[in-house]
């Protein structure tokens, strides 16, 4: 390779060719190899996380950890095989086409089915009996860090990745009340890593009866929405499946007011995944990257010195290079995530610092912020504490800018026909909601052909609509609530 064809090789690796707005899948999917994010593998569907997008997990990890262990939360490690779906059939219906199973050890062919795990729920609850025989044993809150196989028909990077990291929490209590309070609880936890790591406002919601949890009392989630198409993706969820699963699992407890009565124990189940990195790089990625927020950014500021070689002499290099380094230890050791010189052009490092040897003379440095490319000089002498001030407005002016667009993206709509169309120009929309399983189902098949569906019933509601009638022109009934209607890609 010649030093033409090599810096060519350089520069196309380092730039997207598809843009966001005309193909947004394959921009994203060039995106997260090109940004070393992922690395394709042999198999189609499974991927390499490279360190770049792994650091940014370990974030999530660290965020949750805290909440989790401030809560009560203590981390277990689950068997990857599942031996005991058949106790949980209904929960599996809609995962059985996903599954996969093991089938041989060996040349020899296994004796009874077993399931890789797609979840965890049949590991914790066929010992949750086990571990959980009084009242002081209650309450019992556990959280397993994992991975998991789901065979996705069209998998996606992130989103619908065939194999997939993921937290799974589960927690058992001697009443409903609290099992309740839990469930939200998590939810806002999840709401806050998105609101504080990713900078991405979402919508808290619960989900429909379709749309909840087989088996379960109820399901909350977090909802996103890409605010450049409006696409909708559910980013974590919090349930509660009340005495459902402790039934068939045999979960209970002795009740200590009634002697010899047994109880069967409240159970709640919350869970995130790595789909939320995937979130994350739609939510905030352009032509030119990714863009990151500095609490999730594995490098925060990227030192680039110029000028180097208009040095007159070895010894003004010498000493550019040592003050450059000077300035490089001191902003490490202030906290701040620093890299020298890196490639880091699809990389979305927040902040990018200039550095020429007039600037040194002049005591001071040019600042390209990634998110909105503006460009400010920053003092050297007081470059650390500058820097981080500048770093909490990005992450803030993230946030705000997002949410503008979210709340710019949500339509209320109260009329049929404004309704399907509205969907089909891939809008948003708040509609009036009767909440019955079968009205919900003949809403969705009229929105099948459009990719839409009901996200969620947000807690957040629209003022001044009580009383309308249901979307759906046949259910005549008055309604209290108003649903989330949109294009979901998971």
């Known amino acids: 390779m010649t030093a033409k064809s090599g810096a060519r090789f350089i520069k196309e690796n380092l730039t997207l060719n598809i843009s966001k707005n005309v193909d947004f899948l394959g921009w994203y999917k060039q995106l997260v190899t090109k940004s070393e994010l992922i690395e394709n593998y042999s198999l189609p569907g499974f991927y390499i996380l490279r360190p770049w997008a792994f650091s940014m997990w370990e974030f999530v990890q660290k965020y949750i950890g805290e909440r989790f262990l401030e809560n009560g939360v203590k981390n277990v490690s689950l068997p990857l095989f599942v031996p005991f779906m058949d106790k949980l059939e209904e929960r599996y219906e809609d995962l059985a086409p996903k599954t996969t199973f093991l089938t041989h050890a060996g040349k020899h062919p296994v004796e009874y089915s077993i399931a890789i795990r797609p979840t965890s729920e049949s590991l914790v609850y066929s010992d949750f009996g086990r571990w959980c025989k009084s009242w002081r044993d209650l309450p019992f809150k556990i959280n397993h860090w994992s991975n998991s196989i789901r065979w996705h028909e069209n998998p996606i990077p992130f989103l619908l990745s065939r194999e997939f990291l993921l937290q799974e929490g589960y927690s058992g209590f001697n009443n409903k009340e609290e099992s309740i309070n839990e469930v939200y609880k998590m939810l806002d936890i999840y709401n806050n890593i998105y609101n504080d790591l990713f900078a991405i406002p979402v919508l808290k919601g619960r989900k429909s009866e379709k749309g909840k949890l087989i088996g379960s009392d109820f399901s909350t989630s977090i909802q996103i929405i890409i605010p450049n198409n409006g696409i909708g993706i559910q980013g974590a969820s919090s349930t509660h499946l009340g005495q459902n699963f402790s039934k068939k699992f045999s979960i209970y407890f002795d009740n200590p007011e009634v002697p010899g009565e047994k109880e069967y124990i409240w159970l709640t189940r919350y869970t995130l995944s790595i789909r939320s990195i995937g979130a994350l790089i739609m939510t905030h990625g352009d032509d030119f990257g990714l863009i990151l927020p500095p609490k999730i950014s594995p490098i925060q500021v990227v030192i680039i010195p110029f000028g180097f070689d208009n040095c007159k002499n070895e010894k003004e290099r ?23 010189d890196i490639r880091e052009e699809l990389k979305g490092v927040p902040i990018q610092l200039e550095i020429t040897a007039e600037d040194l003379l002049k005591r001071q440095t040019l600042a390209n912020i990634r998110f909105n490319n503006e460009k400010c000089v920053l003092g050297l ?4 504490a500058e820097l981080k001030s500048l770093l909490e407005k990005i992450q803030s002016d993230m946030l705000k800018i997002k949410t503008e667009e979210l709340n710019k993206r949500i339509e209320i709509c109260l009329d049929w026909e404004h309704f399907i169309s509205g969907l089909e120009r891939h809008s948003v929309l708040l509609s009036p909601f009767c909440g019955h399983l079968k009205c919900e189902e003949l809403i969705e098949t009229n929105l099948k052909r ?8 947000p807690f957040e509601q629209p003022k001044d609509y009580l009383g309308k009638k249901c979307i759906n022109p046949k259910c005549k009934e008055k309604v209290e609530f108003f649903a989330l209607f949109g294009q979901s890609l998971c």
């Not at 010498?318 to 020298?340: A, P, Q, W």
């Open 318 to 340: 010498i000493n550019f290079i040592k003050n450059i380094k000077i300035i490089d230890e001191k902003l490490r050791g202030s906290d701040l995530r620093v890299e020298m």
């Open 381 to 384: 002498d007081n470059l650390a």
């Open 450 to 457: 459009i990719s839409s569906k009901l996200l969620n019933i």
